[in-house]
């Protein structure tokens, strides 16, 4: 495993470790960094990749072992010094003290985390490993591809694995290592499909052959065709290993000795000797190649995480400044910042209600927002006109065939016309109320976003800002609800001024000359009346209407 010469160490450690110190800071809460990821069909050989790049033994078996993705954190020591493990996850970190309590170890954190079941979860299980015998990577297993749920899987465990993986190789800081035995067809295993559709151009893809030795007798030929790249091509091409079969773990066969024997079984094979030679077979070439990957990976996404962390740094910043330095620990002095903090609010709240600029740099759009909602409640109006205009000839025919007494047609009935007014002013009140509410609501939302952009870091302000809002809003809104229903009040009772009226009325009549009259005013008996009241209904109303009467506006 020591084939990583020493002057790789001088590049490779300080990418490796430094990406390390960025994850330990859980920087990858906010920003992925470069990884290797480990996919492949149930089966195929993952997990006993991992081992041989590990040293350690981890849960193998038939059906999904792996059922969490595993960190696998490993970091090369120098010659001599002890192995080192720790576990971790969720909140949970144990030290492990030897190799071989690791299998069992994973073993528990999966129980704990997925339940005794065959189910999978997207909790991340972390491996720390330092020992002189490992490569300095980090690679993350992941369960395999599987088809067909077991008794016990929920029916879409195929589905929940593959999100679970395209989650994890979609990020173009992951290397997909993909992982393909040598028996069967690789155009058709779906770890490779579907690292080609996250990768369509196999920039960030490397594929890792496995059980050469189970290679069907007559088809070496097309393997070897495959490690150079010709049948589907990666531009990271593809490496080749062999691993402990199910005997030579049944016979207890080590992992150092697996290596012995993956070599001789190498140098001493008819066709993959040339893929031996060429430095494209074995798990300690595999290991180099894989800790270049991730360095030279590591080298170019360098520049963008900088970026990234420039950038967030800077959100960072920003945020802090306007935490200020917090209020001072001197009581006095501490009462004077609180009260400057109050003042400033309380100034940018009334500049914020009369649209004048703010102080606290918070963009505001409440008269926009008001603008929107007035207009809307113009049309309101300019529509229930319209209705209104139907509604007096429905009924003032209604009128004319019912309760017309003595008088002639054409004399009109003061107390009809004057109901029908009040009808139609009344229809409008409840309306108008609760326009008043839905602004008095959007007036408390921008307030508070105030009050939340301008105290922060001082949660019990803003709460008790929130409240001195919300009571003087109640207040204000009780009395513009009062205010507003008295207005009706007063144009339930008819009147106006006469000349307005009386100018409306002759300039209706004007119009109605001019205008071909109406043909239902026309041909009815009782048109002489209808036609009379229309004219002074329309008159009253359009006096009513915003156009023409000042209070509406307001
Ligand atoms: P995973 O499901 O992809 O993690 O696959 P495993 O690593 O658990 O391997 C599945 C089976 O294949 C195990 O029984 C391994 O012993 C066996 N296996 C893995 N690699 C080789 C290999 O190179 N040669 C042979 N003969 N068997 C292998
Ligand atoms: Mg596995």
């Given at each position: 495993?020591?084939?990583?010469n020493?002057?790789?160490?001088?590049?490779?450690?300080?990418?490796i470790?430094?990406?390390?110190?960025?994850r330990?800071?859980?920087?990858?809460?906010?920003?992925?960094?470069p990884?290797?990821?480990v996919?492949?069909?149930?089966s195929?050989?993952k997990?006993?990749?991992?081992?041989?790049?590990s040293?350690?033994?981890?849960?193998?078996?038939?059906?999904?072992v792996t059922?969490?993705?595993?960190?696998l954190?490993?970091?090369?020591?120098?010659?001599?010094?002890?192995?080192?493990?720790?576990?971790?996850?969720?909140?949970?970190?144990?030290?492990?003290?030897?190799?071989?309590?690791?299998?069992?170890?994973?073993?528990?954190?999966?129980?704990?985390?997925?339940?005794?079941?065959t189910?999978?979860?997207?909790?991340?299980?972390?491996?720390?490993?330092a020992?002189?015998?490992?490569?300095?990577?980090?690679l993350?297993?992941?369960?395999?591809?599987?088809?067909?749920?077991?008794?016990?899987?929920?029916?879409?465990?195929?589905e929940?694995?593959?999100?679970?993986?395209?989650?994890?190789?979609?990020?173009?800081?992951?290397?997909s290592?993909?992982?393909?035995?040598?028996?069967v067809d690789?155009?058709?295993?779906?770890?490779?499909?579907?690292?080609?559709?996250?990768?369509p151009?196999g920039?960030?893809?490397?594929?890792?052959?496995?059980?050469?030795?189970?290679?069907?007798?007559?088809?070496?030929?097309?393997?070897v065709?495959?490690?150079?790249?010709?049948?589907?091509?990666?531009?990271k091409g593809?490496m080749?290993?062999k691993?402990?079969?199910?005997?030579?773990?049944?016979?207890?066969?080590?992992l150092?000795?697996?290596?012995?024997n993956?070599e001789?079984?190498?140098?001493?094979?008819?066709?993959?000797?040339?893929?031996f030679?060429?430095?494209?077979?074995?798990?300690?070439?595999?290991?180099?190649k894989?800790?270049?990957?991730?360095?030279?990976?590591?080298q170019?996404?360098?520049?963008?995480?900088?970026?990234?962390?420039?950038?967030?740094?800077k959100q960072?910043?920003a945020?802090l400044?306007?935490l200020?330095?917090g209020?001072?620990?001197?009581?006095?002095?501490r009462?004077?910042?609180?009260?400057?903090?109050?003042s400033a609010?309380?100034?940018?709240?009334?500049?914020?209600?009369?649209?004048?600029?703010?102080?606290?740099?918070y963009?505001?759009s409440?008269?926009s927002?008001?603008?929107?909602?007035?207009?809307?409640?113009?049309?309101?109006?300019?529509?229930?006109g319209?209705?209104?205009?139907?509604n007096?000839?429905?009924?003032?025919?209604?009128y004319?065939?019912k309760?017309?007494?003595?008088?002639?047609?054409g004399?009109?009935n003061?107390?009809?016309?004057?109901?029908m007014?009040?009808?139609?002013?009344?229809?409008?009140?409840?309306?108008?109320?609760?326009?008043l509410?839905?602004?008095?609501?959007?007036?408390?939302?921008?307030l508070?976003?105030?009050a939340?952009?301008?105290?922060?870091?001082?949660?019990?302000?803003?709460?008790?800002?929130?409240?001195?809002?919300?009571?003087?809003?109640?207040k204000?809104?009780?009395?513009?609800?009062a205010?507003?229903?008295?207005q009706?009040q007063?144009e339930?009772?008819?009147y106006?001024?006469d000349?307005?009226?009386?100018?409306?009325?002759?300039?209706?009549k004007?119009?109605?000359?001019?205008?071909?009259?109406n043909s239902l005013?026309?041909?009815?008996?009782?048109?002489?009346?209808?036609?009379?009241?229309?004219?002074?209904?329309?008159?009253?109303?359009?006096d009513?209407?915003?156009?023409?009467?000042?209070?509406?506006?307001?």
């Amino acid at each position: 495993m020591n084939s990583l010469n020493q002057q790789y160490e001088e590049k490779v450690r300080p990418c490796i470790d430094l990406i390390d110190k960025l994850r330990s800071l859980g920087v990858e809460k906010d920003l992925a960094l470069p990884a290797i990821a480990v996919i492949g069909d149930q089966s195929s050989g993952k997990s006993s990749v991992l081992e041989a790049l590990s040293g350690v033994a981890l849960p193998r078996g038939v059906g999904i072992v792996t059922r969490c993705p595993l960190e696998l954190k490993m970091t090369r020591k120098k010659k001599g010094e002890a192995w080192y493990g720790k576990i971790s996850y969720r909140d949970y970190n144990e030290e492990l003290k030897k190799p071989s309590l690791v299998e069992k170890k994973i073993r528990e954190a999966q129980d704990k985390l997925v339940g005794n079941g065959t189910g999978i979860s997207n909790d991340l299980i972390s491996l720390e490993i330092a020992s002189p015998d490992v490569p300095d990577l980090t690679l993350i297993d992941l369960p395999g591809i599987t088809r067909v749920a077991v008794s016990g899987q929920s029916e879409d465990i195929g589905e929940q694995i593959k999100r679970l993986i395209q989650n994890n190789i979609r990020k173009q800081e992951t290397i997909s290592l993909v992982v393909v035995p040598c028996n069967v067809d690789i155009a058709t295993t779906e770890a490779l499909r579907m690292a080609q559709q996250v990768d369509p151009e196999g920039e960030r893809t490397l594929g890792v052959l496995t059980k050469p030795d189970l290679v069907d007798k007559g088809t070496e030929e097309n393997v070897v065709k495959i490690v150079h790249n010709e049948v589907i091509p990666l531009k990271k091409g593809y490496m080749v290993v062999k691993c402990r079969g199910q005997k030579e773990i049944t016979e207890k066969v080590s992992l150092s000795e697996a290596l012995k024997n993956e070599e001789a079984f190498f140098k001493e094979h008819a066709h993959f000797q040339t893929l031996f030679d060429e430095g494209q077979a074995t798990v300690p070439k595999l290991a180099e190649k894989l800790t270049l990957e991730l360095v030279h990976h590591i080298q170019k996404s360098l520049p963008r995480l900088d970026e990234q962390i420039q950038k967030k740094l800077k959100q960072t910043r920003a945020n802090l400044d306007k935490l200020s330095n917090g209020p001072p620990s001197d009581a006095i002095e501490r009462l004077g910042f609180l009260i400057d903090r109050v003042s400033a609010f309380t100034q940018d709240a009334i500049s914020l209600t009369k649209g004048e600029e703010l102080k606290c740099g918070y963009k505001s759009s409440i008269f926009s927002l008001l603008r929107g909602q007035f207009a809307v409640w113009r049309e309101a109006i300019e529509t229930s006109g319209t209705n209104f205009n139907w509604n007096i000839q429905r009924e003032v025919s209604q009128y004319e065939r019912k309760y017309r007494g003595r008088e002639l047609p054409g004399f009109i009935n003061y107390k009809t016309f004057e109901a029908m007014i009040q009808e139609q002013i009344k229809q409008l009140e409840e309306p108008a109320v609760q326009k008043l509410k839905d602004v008095s609501e959007l007036v408390k939302k921008e307030l508070f976003e105030l009050a939340q952009s301008s105290l922060v870091g001082f949660p019990n302000l803003i709460r008790t800002a929130m409240l001195k809002i919300e009571d003087i809003r109640t207040k204000r809104e009780a009395e513009a609800e009062a205010i507003l229903r008295m207005q009706f009040q007063m144009e339930l009772i008819v009147y106006t001024q006469d000349t307005t009226y009386s100018q409306m009325l002759a300039k209706r009549k004007r119009e109605d000359k001019e205008e071909a009259v109406n043909s239902l005013v026309n041909n009815n008996s009782s048109g002489a009346t209808l036609k009379e009241m229309l004219k002074h209904l329309k008159s009253y109303y359009q006096d009513f209407r915003p156009e023409g009467h000042p209070a509406c506006d307001r």
